[in-house]
């Protein structure tokens, strides 16, 4: 009975990654803005990153939207976007209708590296650290107080590691 | 012992399904990460423990008598095991492309079961009892114990023996499987209160039974952004044919899902024999309190 | 999928299906029949991640569909059920799999309707023999 109990509380769509504590894995994908350069690994070296897989189908991606607008102009950390299975000319014109909290679009039209992140739904979320290691992921779209319950004190924490 | 085996058995079947329900909730709730526990789970703890069910429902019959019946009933028993295993075996090497030996174990089972309640049946008109008589004492066992093998018949032939195929089909073409043929006479449009979509209808070439033209559906609903799929089922005593239309693979073809499942209406029949089963027992329990209270 | 793209793709379908001389084509095009039945059995023990409780084999879901491929190309390659498997494991979990592992976590799981048979046939022997 416990356990039943216990089991209201828990969410049927959240499913732990195994990639936390796990380097991104290696990939060559296209860029949103330009198609014939592309990306690799490399671009999350350096900065602390927030990966946000969305797509102009996708509804929820515009409740999040907002959100991320207003966290771009947090110092020191860099949005980049993975747009996941969607049409080129969507993403941009949706881009456009609502504002580019990006710094950097990867394009995924297949879904592959989406595969290879563990991605099952839209949107969803992963914060890299400088080495580009995942650290977490957040299923669902972002928001004020998902941000402040799940991801500053991650943040604050790693702030302190790295002034320790 | 004999008499509560299957007792015993069936409450850890029941057992079996209650943990591996339950086990994904408990891990999840004890912090120890999330796992899924599915049919394959259950098909293969099931397996054993349904030989075992059957085996014992087979012997059943030997439960009543004295102990120099037992033994003579233990040795023809014997005999009936022989006759199960040859006739299993020759009917699978004849009939299938390949022995598996489970298929082999439970058509063994089955078989083994209805050759006991022919032997039982048997040794009661033996008696001298009449069929009337013979069907009031033992119609309960009789009719619940047949319905127990003819549906493990169903269960264990089509899940051995389904074949399925995943083909695209432009409108026209013929799709072979098993021993039938699907063809694909036309495609139209569909229009619903809450969905669009499109009606595929197939026929069914050279067969010696007349079968309806088979029609499947993909119903889109705008609303919430689904394309779902409507079959369409024949089911036959000897099979059951599914087809399935499924999306579009390009603007003129279609991606069709058939399958052809042997001795599917058996596992709903062999339902109905146990439920008359359980009838028969109510009746039977209800006759035999009406003579105690006349004698 | 867009909702309009969908609509367009089966509007577009019915309008020009008409008679199709070459042959139907297998969507997933295996070299042998062990090959066909290795997906088919592969497919049967993934989990469609987005629907309520169903196999990728049952599923029409986008996920489904993509997981379908790789395992397709995956067995087409030559991979083994376990590299497979291992594939999936190392990008979305033990979830994905509907056959838990056999490991310490799920040893109760494996072994618990067996233990428990033994447990009571055990018992009644012993009630049988060591009884009054």
């Known amino acids: 009975m416990f356990f039943l109990w216990q089991g ?47 797509s102009s189908w996708c509804s929820h991606c515009l409740e999040e939207h907002t959100f ?14 993975l747009n996941y299975r969607d049409n080129l000319l969507s993403a941009k014109h949706w881009l456009k209708q609502y504002g580019n909290p990006y710094n950097k679009i990867i394009f995924d039209p297949n879904g592959l590296l989406g595969i290879n992140l563990g991605v099952y739904g839209v949107p969803e979320s992963f914060l890299l650290d400088e080495k580009g290691i995942i650290r977490y992921k957040h299923i669902g779209p972002l928001s004020e107080s998902s941000w402040h319950i799940d991801v500053e004190p991650l943040l604050s924490l790693w702030d302190k590691g790295s002034h320790g | 012992m004999l008499l509560i085996s299957n007792n015993v058995l069936l409450s850890v079947a029941v057992f079996t399904i209650l943990l591996g329900t339950l086990y994904p909730l408990i891990i999840d709730v004890l912090g120890l990460g999330k796992l899924s526990v599915g049919a394959p789970y259950f098909n293969q703890v099931f397996t054993p423990l349904a030989f075992l069910i059957l085996f014992f429902m087979g012997i059943s019959y030997l439960l009543n008598g004295s102990q120099a019946d037992k033994i003579r009933h233990l040795k023809k028993s014997v005999c009936v095991m022989v006759a199960a295993i040859s006739v299993s075996m020759l009917l699978l090497l004849l009939l299938t492309p390949a022995l598996q030996w489970k298929v082999m174990i439970g058509l063994t089972l089955t078989l083994w079961i209805i050759l006991n309640t022919l032997q039982m049946l048997w040794r009661e008109k033996q008696k001298k009892m009449t069929l009337q008589k013979i069907f009031q004492t033992r119609g309960a066992m009789l009719l619940a114990h047949l319905g127990v093998a003819v549906s493990a018949i169903g269960i264990i032939l089509s899940s051995a023996y389904s074949l399925q195929r995943d083909v695209r089909m432009r409108v ?58 409507k079959p369409a089922i024949n089911m036959g005593l000897w099979r059951d044919l599914y087809v399935a239309l499924a999306e579009p693979v390009s603007p003129n073809a279609w991606a069709f899902r058939f399958y052809v499942k042997p001795f599917m209406l058996w596992i709903w029949m062999g339902g109905i024999l146990m439920v008359a089963g359980g009838l028969c027992a109510i009746l039977q329990t209800k006759r035999r309190e009406r003579l105690r209270q006349i004698n | ?65 993509d997981l379908r491929q790789i395992i397709y190309e995956e067995i087409k390659k030559g991979n083994s059920e376990r590299v497979i498997k291992k594939y999936l494991v190392d990008r979305y979990g033990e979830y994905i799999l509907l056959k838990p592992l056999f490991s310490p976590l799920t040893y109760v799981l494996w ?22």
């Open chain 1, 8 to 54: 209201l509380n828990k969410d049927p769509s959240h499913i732990p990654s195994p990639l936390i504590n796990k380097p991104i894995p290696k990939f060559t994908a296209a860029r949103l803005d330009s198609s014939n350069k592309s990306f690799s690994e490399h671009c999350f070296f350096g900065h602390l990153s927030l990966l946000v897989v969305w």
């Open chain 3, 1 to 65: 999928m867009g909702k309009r793209t969908r609509r367009i793709l089966i509007f577009l379908s019915v309008l020009l299906s008409s008679s199709g001389l070459a042959e139907s084509t297998e969507i997933y095009a295996f070299n042998s029949a062990t090959e066909q039945l290795h997906f088919q059995h592969m497919t049967e023990e993934i989990r469609c991640l987005v629907c309520q409780n169903q196999n990728i084999a049952d599923s029409n879901a986008p996920l489904a569909n």
């Open chain 2, 172 to 229: 026209g073409d013929t799709v072979p499987l098993g021993m039938y043929q699907f063809k694909l006479t036309h495609v139209d449009a569909l229009r619903g209160p809450n969905y669009t979509g499109a009606e595929a209808t197939l026929q069914l070439l050279n067969t010696s039974v007349s079968v309806p033209d088979l029609k499947s559906q993909l119903r889109y609903y705008p609303v919430s952004d689904i394309a779902l799929s």
């Open chain 3, 111 to 132: 072994l618990g309707p067996f233990l428990l048979l033994l447990i009571i046939v055990i018992k009644i022997f012993c009630g049988m023999k060591c009884g009054p």
């Open chain 1, 68 to 81: 991320l607008l207003h966290v771009k102009k947090k110092p020191g950390l860099q949005i980049i976007g």
